[in-house]
Nanobody, 123 residues
Framework: QVQLVESGGGLVQPGGSLRLSCAAS????????MGWYRQAPGKQRELVAG???????NYADSVKGRFTISRDNVKNTVYLQMNSLKPEDTGVYHC?????????????????WGQGTQVTVSS
């Protein structure tokens, strides 16, 4: 099994910054894509940013130029640096990691989710 532990959420004023982290642990062979999703009250969960195993990134239009996703493959950790935060960035942020588990000859690729961390942008 794979466990994801998120940290870094909190309350911040508009224009402020936060850095989210999500570390995976367990019987991991390798991790393909990683991503951050958020769910605002009354809205569906949406992709905020993603990063492939090769390091290619993609962002929701609403966060381009303000958020940066990165990964540390040694630590099996994905980060989300959030700058110039706006009230509409408020929500629960969940990380996702697509991981291979098992053995080199009999592996399973599956999506794993963190428990979510609250980000509130308010004055």
């Amino acid at each position: 099994q794979v466990q994801l532990v998120e940290s870094g959420g909190g309350l911040v004023q508009p224009g402020g910054s936060l850095r989210l982290s999500c570390a995976a642990s367990g019987s991991i062979l390798s991790i393909n894509a990683m991503g951050w999703y958020r769910q605002a009250p009354g809205k569906q969960r949406e992709l905020v940013a993603g990063i492939t195993g090769g390091g290619s990134t993609n962002y929701a239009d609403s966060v381009k130029g303000r958020f940066t996703i990165s990964r540390d493959n040694v630590k099996n950790t994905v980060y989300l640096q959030m700058n110039s935060l706006k009230p509409e960035d408020t929500g629960v942020y969940h990380c996702n990691q697509r991981a291979w588990t098992g053995s080199a000859t009999s592996g399973t690729l599956k999506d794993y989710w963190g428990q979510g961390t609250q980000v509130t942008v308010s004055s």
